[in-house]
């Protein structure tokens, strides 16, 4: 049992028991444990977002060979199992015997030691069963494998690892199933989704979503510019990637983020290149008072406030404490001192006195341009709470445009690709609100290049 192996064990029991992100979780335990080596830490990382996001996937793998259901099997056994069977399927570097081995031991981590030959038993049946063949299109026994970023074969762009037996449902004559089955995703998402967008797109998104994402920086324009920090990296021998925002950089090899130069400095922050275009379609000045409604964790807080050199104000709302003091730790990293933190009550009814220049409205919603960020999403969003999600981002829309001044401006922006969420809202609000203007808004597409999303710019009436 290594360490990697058992710290990744201990994160996937917290990912189920705790309220909290995958990504959250890894932060905090690779924080206290200094012991693990970079390459451990990266394993960590790897082995995590890999088992979450692949579940539904491993489930399947793992099914045949279990006789009795998967949710009969205690949970602490299940991230056991799901693991060994993720490193089987997925990770090709891994010799057979040392992920069975290794995985075997971790029985007895979580508190199952006479259960070794269980899991011995079912991940080597896993382990006969998955090839070391790779094919080019869809089938139930070919696994979908590749992704977009670093594919092992040159097929598309895409491939498919060969299974000795099919395991998984007909693609042709059941693409729902074969979606929810083969890209893990819950059966309800891939019904909609198969609606909405068609197979071609869903099995564009399947391989995207299942993809580690790419680590974009946002060069922080108080302290340097895009250029001169990616010199820094390839002073570093690190290579950088300019994006088409002018702060953006993706990195193209891994790192520790806070290993990287100019973390203490300030010098950058890490944001998805999707969420930069957020703050610039504001387009703040210098001086403005500025509403951000829901600011935690923090990225796109700090980028209006560089887009303000740092002159105004900007009150940062939200209703977690520990979250808004991450927006308050971002803002002393960055050298931003025009962030003033602002706790609102549960249900969001006690917003700052206007009036505002400006304000952002980054509301919750269902996270389905995320995916792969947020893995767990798909595990944790239920089809039945779209309307209450849309309920209360239309009434923090009206919020916000209630605190702005007259020709003041509004941004609202999800991290959803759903047309209800996005607008749908905008079009709700608009009714209801005689010459409200959108001036401008945009979706990103998951994958073109980065995350998923919607933002509008509107413009209240003089």
């Not at 009969?72 to 040392?98: C, M, N, S, Y």
């Not at 340097?224 to 953006?248: I, K």
Request: proline share 8%; aromatic share 8%; hydrophobic share 40%.
């Amino acid at each position: 049992m290594t360490p990697a192996r058992s710290a990744a064990v201990d994160i996937l029991f917290a990912a189920r028991t705790a309220n909290a992100w995958a990504s959250e979780l890894v932060d905090q335990h690779l924080a206290n444990d200094r012991g693990l080596s970079p390459q451990d830490r990266r394993f960590v990382t790897q082995l995590v977002f890999g088992v979450i996001r692949r579940m539904g996937t491993l489930d399947a793998l793992l099914a045949p060979f279990i006789h009795r259901p998967i949710h009969q099997v205690e949970p602490a056994l299940i991230d056991v199992l799901r693991l060994g069977a993720f490193q089987l399927a997925f990770l090709t570097q891994i010799p057979k015997h040392a992920a069975v081995h290794e995985t075997v031991d971790l029985a007895e981590h979580v508190g199952s030691p006479s259960a070794r030959g269980f899991v011995n038993g079912v991940l080597r049946r896993v382990a006969e069963l998955v090839t070391d063949d790779f094919a080019e299109f869809a089938a139930p026994d070919a696994v979908p494998f590749g992704n977009l970023h670093s594919p092992p074969t040159a097929v598309g762009g895409l491939s498919y690892r060969k299974l000795t037996r099919p395991v998984l449902p007909d693609p042709i004559n059941e693409p729902a199933w074969y979606l929810a089955d083969a890209f893990s995703w819950p059966q309800w998402l891939a019904d909609r989704w198969l609606d909405r967008h068609g197979p071609e797109e869903c099995f564009r998104l399947g391989f995207w979503f299942n993809a580690p994402p790419p680590l974009w920086l946002r060069v922080n324009k108080l302290k340097s510019d895009r250029e001169n920090y990616r010199l820094q990296l390839a002073a570093q021998g690190l290579d950088a990637e300019p994006g088409e925002h002018p702060q953006s950089l993706k990195l193209l090899d891994g790192a520790s983020v806070r290993d990287l130069p100019g973390y203490a400095e300030g010098e950058f922050t890490v944001q998805d290149h999707s969420a930069m275009a957020v703050a610039t379609a504001l387009s703040p000045q210098p001086g403005w008072r500025v509403l951000d409604l829901c600011s935690a964790p923090g990225g796109k807080t700090t980028h209006i406030a560089e887009f303000m050199q740092n002159r105004g104000k900007i009150v940062a709302c939200d209703i977690d404490s520990r979250r808004l003091s991450t927006v308050t730790a971002l803002c002393q990293r960055l050298g931003i001192s025009i962030v003033e933190p602002y706790l609102s009550d549960k249900a969001q009814t006690n917003p700052p006195s206007g009036p505002f220049d400006a304000a952002l409205v980054d509301v919750p919603c269902s996270n389905t341009g995320v995916l792969g960020r947020r893995p767990e999403v798909r595990w944790r969003l239920r089809p039945d709470e779209f309307e209450d999600l849309i309920r209360l981002q239309t009434r923090l829309l009206f919020t916000a445009l209630d605190r702005v001044r007259p020709n003041g401006v509004v941004v609202y922006s999800t991290c959803s690709i759903e047309p209800d969420e996005n607008m749908g809202v905008v079009a709700a609000v608009r009714r209801s609100i005689r010459g409200l203007r959108v001036e401008a808004e945009s979706t990103a597409i998951p994958g073109a290049p980065a995350d998923g999303g919607y933002w509008a710019r509107l413009r209240l009436p003089g």
